[in-house]
């Protein structure tokens, strides 16, 4: 009997287990059928828009992204995916070549990751692992509790006064800062103190969708407007009547649309798709953006007349570096959120340390990324930098401050050796090395 029959034969008879598997590659179905064999149920999606229509109404735990270099396509579905269902536990399958984009996606996005060759015995245990604890974990659906702001650092204090102030117009406002520094809530939390609180929160990350389905998406459409338009739809903006649309990720709004949305905020009226009468709509925009607004102008990718008609009330929000001494406070609040109600966990004084001196490219999500899995690795009560998969990120931190070091080492040496036309002792000398370092550091035999 072949493995995977043994594997089917084990997970025959027990419920099967359902997971949602991402992905843009051929290989789904064979990857679909291996986890098949060791009783997982499948839910296989394309895009984020794809998952979202199969999730709503399941109750998943577990969702798996396959990742290949170009990793920054699933960014924004994976992105668009968490904004509707936070909880979701996410493991990646990646075929080993990590560039950049794929690396940071790790961190910021997932609990756990396996590179191929796959071995599937522990990808399935992980899976078993994230499921359970998933089931463990206060459901909580997108939409219906914003948590708190946390940080009583000042620019934290700021940022919540500034909030208050905003609230207290209906202006249109622009949100800026990094990937996970709380843009979403703190869209929120403008909308929840302001007049609007009891409409509707409507948010949209444009740059989840295809160009094909974001007008649609926006303005709504008539039925048979298109083939496949087989009834009325109404848009986003409609669906914000009397309360706020949240439109995240702005500079990714195709060109041709980005004139659409200019005239609705002139005269706030829409026309759906396929619609004769141009409808009023009384909501308020909160657009938000990790992206270099002026750079995308100078580029020509985004309207200058847009960028000055949402560009008025600007509010900046800080990365988690500008307020790193709180990692400590944040960290303790997601645990006790994070942890299932039978575990009492606590960081080691060196999981503190770690997480004091690293980055946070990913910012507040990172960090509640990364204490979801360490709930899900600690063995112990005690929560260690590799739980949270942190001794290997800041080892790779200091490889890169190794290597850019060497880097300028080499870059100094060149240009002396080249000041002083060639002649290797010279160079030494104006270095102030001996000629056996110069010629180390250049990895070359003394000539
Ligand atoms: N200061 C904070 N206190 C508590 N939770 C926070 C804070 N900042 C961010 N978060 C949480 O971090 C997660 C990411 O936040 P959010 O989605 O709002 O980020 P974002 O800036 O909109 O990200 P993106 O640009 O990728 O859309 C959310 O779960 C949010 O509740």
Same mark, same amino acid.
């Given at each position: 009997?072949?493995?995977?029959?043994?594997?089917?034969?084990?997970?025959?008879?027990?419920?099967?287990?359902?997971?949602?598997?991402l992905?843009?590659?051929?290989? !789904?179905?064979?990857?679909?059928?291996?986890?098949?064999? #060791?009783?997982?149920?499948? &839910?296989?999606?394309?895009?984020?828009?794809e998952?979202?229509?199969?999730?709503?109404?399941?109750?998943?735990?577990?969702a798996?992204?396959?990742?290949?270099?170009?990793?920054?396509?699933?960014?924004?579905?994976?992105?668009?995916?968490?904004?509707?269902?936070?909880?979701?536990?996410?493991? +990646?399958?990646?075929?080993?070549? &990590?560039?950049?984009?794929c690396?940071?996606?790790?961190?910021?996005?997932?609990?756990?990751?396996?590179?191929?060759?796959?071995?599937?015995?522990s !990808?399935?245990?992980?899976?078993?692992?994230?499921?359970?604890?998933?089931?463990?974990?206060?459901?909580?659906? +997108?939409g219906?509790?914003?948590?708190?702001?946390?940080?009583?650092?000042?620019?934290?204090?700021?940022?919540?006064?500034?909030?208050?102030?905003?609230?207290?117009?209906?202006?249109?406002?622009?949100?800026?800062?990094?990937?996970?520094?709380?843009?979403?809530?703190?869209?929120?939390?403008?909308?929840?103190m302001?007049?609007?609180?009891?409409?509707?929160?409507?948010?949209?990350?444009c740059?989840?969708?295809?160009?094909?389905?974001?007008?649609?998406?926006?303005?709504?459409?008539?039925?048979?407007?298109?083939?496949?338009?087989?009834?009325?739809?109404?848009?986003?903006?409609?669906?914000?009547?009397?309360?706020?649309?949240?439109?995240?990720?702005? +500079?990714?709004?195709?060109?041709?649309?980005?004139?659409? &949305?200019?005239?609705?905020?002139?005269?706030?009226?829409i026309?759906?798709?396929?619609?004769?009468?141009? &409808?009023?709509i009384?909501?308020?925009?909160?657009?938000?953006?990790?992206?270099?607004?002026?750079?995308?102008?100078?580029?020509?990718?985004f309207?200058?007349?847009?960028?000055?008609?949402?560009? !008025?009330?600007?509010?900046?929000?800080?990365?988690?570096?500008? #307020?790193?001494?709180?990692?400590?406070?944040?960290?303790?609040a997601?645990l +006790?959120?994070?942890?299932?109600?039978n575990?009492?966990?606590?960081?080691?004084?060196?999981?503190?340390?770690t997480?004091?001196?690293?980055d946070?490219?990913?910012?507040?999500?990172?960090?509640?990324?990364?204490?979801?899995?360490?709930?899900?690795?600690?063995?112990?009560?005690?929560?260690?930098?590799?739980?949270?998969?942190?001794?290997?990120?800041?080892?790779?931190?200091?490889?890169?401050?190794?290597?850019?070091?060497?880097?300028?080492?080499v870059?100094?040496?060149?240009?002396?050796?080249?000041?002083?036309?060639?002649?290797?002792?010279?160079?030494?000398?104006?270095?102030n090395?001996?000629?056996?370092?110069?010629?180390?550091?250049?990895?070359?035999?003394?000539?």
């Open positions: 009997m072949n493995k995977v029959v043994q594997k089917e034969t084990r997970a025959a008879g027990t419920m099967p287990r359902h997971l949602l598997l992905s843009k590659s051929q290989e !789904v179905t064979d990857v679909s059928r291996r986890l098949a064999a #060791y009783g997982w149920h499948c &839910l296989t999606a394309a895009s984020g828009h998952a979202i229509l199969k999730l709503s109404g399941q109750q998943l735990g577990v798996v992204a396959m990742l290949c270099p170009r990793a920054d396509t699933l960014s924004s579905d994976i992105a668009l995916i968490q904004s509707h269902f936070p909880h979701l536990l996410w493991i +990646a399958l990646t075929d080993g070549k &990590l560039d950049k984009a690396q940071w996606l790790l961190s910021a996005r997932f609990i756990d990751y396996h590179h191929s060759p796959l071995d599937w015995d !990808v399935n245990k992980a899976l078993g692992h994230a499921d359970g604890m998933a089931k463990l974990l206060p459901v909580k659906t +997108a219906v509790k914003i948590t708190d702001i946390l940080g009583t650092h000042p620019c934290i204090i700021r940022l919540k006064q500034d909030i208050q102030k905003l609230a207290s117009t209906d202006e249109t406002v622009l949100l800026s800062g990094e990937t996970g520094t709380g843009k979403g809530l703190c869209a929120k939390w403008l909308h929840r302001s007049a609007r609180a009891d409409g509707p929160f409507i948010a949209l990350n740059g989840a969708l295809p160009n094909g389905l974001i007008q649609s998406t926006l303005f709504g459409h008539e039925k048979g407007a298109f083939t496949g338009a087989d009834r009325q739809y109404q848009g986003h903006i409609e669906q914000a009547k009397d309360g706020v649309l949240f439109l995240d990720e702005i +500079a990714d709004l195709p060109l041709e649309l980005q004139v659409n &949305l200019l005239h609705f905020l002139d005269d706030r009226q026309t759906r798709i396929g619609g004769k009468s141009p &409808l009023k009384n909501c308020r925009i909160i657009f938000a953006t990790h992206q270099n607004l002026e750079k995308a102008v100078d580029d020509g990718t309207r200058e007349d847009l960028y000055h008609r949402i560009n !008025v009330l600007r509010l900046h929000v800080p990365s988690l570096r500008e #307020y790193c001494t709180e990692v400590r406070l944040m960290a303790e997601f +006790a959120q994070l942890s299932p109600p575990r009492s966990l606590s960081f080691s004084d060196s999981a503190i340390a997480m004091r001196h690293y946070w490219p990913g910012n507040v999500r990172e960090l509640q990324n990364r204490i979801r899995r360490a709930v899900i690795m600690a063995e112990t009560s005690l929560i260690t930098p590799d739980d949270l998969g942190l001794s290997v990120a800041i080892h790779a931190k200091h490889r890169d401050l190794v290597s850019q070091r060497d880097e300028l080492d870059e100094a040496v060149l240009k002396a050796i080249s000041d002083h036309k060639h002649n290797m002792s010279a160079a030494a000398r104006a270095l090395i001996s000629r056996s370092t110069l010629y180390r550091l250049l990895k070359k035999e003394p000539g």
